[in-house]
Every structure is written in C-alpha cells, then in structure tokens.
Nanobody, 122 residues
Framework: QVQLVESGGGLVQAGDSLRLSCAASGLTFSNYIMGWFRQAPGKEREFVAQISLNGGSTYYADSVKGRFTISRNNAKNTVYLQMNSLKPEDTAVYYC???????????????WGQGTQVTVSS
C-alpha cells in the first residue's frame, strides 16, 4: 500500500521559513516524479513545485519561484519543500504527490498524501 505522509506544517509569521517533508512508502520512490500542491480555503488545489526522478530538474509556480525550493533524497524516500519569505497568501493545506513519468506528461499524479496545514499570519 502506497503512503505519502507530509509533516512540518504549522503557524508562522510573514517572512518566516518552514520546511515540509513527505515520506513515501510502498513504492519505488526513485521511479516517481514528486510534486507539491496546495489548496487554500475556498480555492482550487494548485501546483506549487515538481522535481524529476533524480532531482536534476525542478519546476515552480510563478507565485513561489525564488522563495520555495523542492528537493528529494531517494535514499530516504523523502521529498522536501523549503519555504522561505512566507506570505499570508501562502496559507493553505500542502499536499505531496507522486507520478510516474508517463502520468506526469498528462499532468496526472498517481498518489497523494493527506496534507499538512501551513498558516502564515501577517
């Protein structure tokens, strides 16, 4: 059974940093493209960042580019999201997701975590 478990969320002030982690099990982690998404109250889920199988390529939403960094450790089956210079508009539930390369071409993700809440106060 595939499990993606996020951790590291919390309540912070604007300008602070947080690092989210997502531990994967039940799959061959290095075979999956990993992504972070978020959903704010009353809004649709949106893409945040994506990282390739070996970590060599990363992609970011314009809204987080330059502030967030996605990384992965295939030996630990874990993907990270370092979030710096946080803004109130970053407040959301953050989800990690895993996609095979074929699914990723279509923008589809195969597995999702339960999410972790990030709240940024002004």
């Amino acid at each position: 059974q595939v499990q993606l478990v996020e951790s590291g969320g919390g309540l912070v002030q604007a300008g602070d940093s947080l690092r989210l982690s997502c531990a994967a099990s039940g799959l061959t982690f290095s075979n999956y493209i990993m992504g972070w998404f978020r959903q704010a109250p009353g809004k649709e889920r949106e893409f945040v960042a994506q990282i390739s199988l070996n970590g060599g390529s990363t992609y970011y939403a314009d809204s987080v580019k330059g502030r967030f960094t996605i990384s992965r450790n295939n030996a630990k089956n874990t993907v990270y999201l370092q979030m710096n210079s946080l803004k109130p508009e970053d407040t959301a539930v953050y989800y990690c997701a895993a996609a095979t390369p074929r699914a990723a071409i279509s923008g589809n993700y195969d597995y999702w975590g339960q999410g972790t809440q990030v709240t940024v106060s002004s």
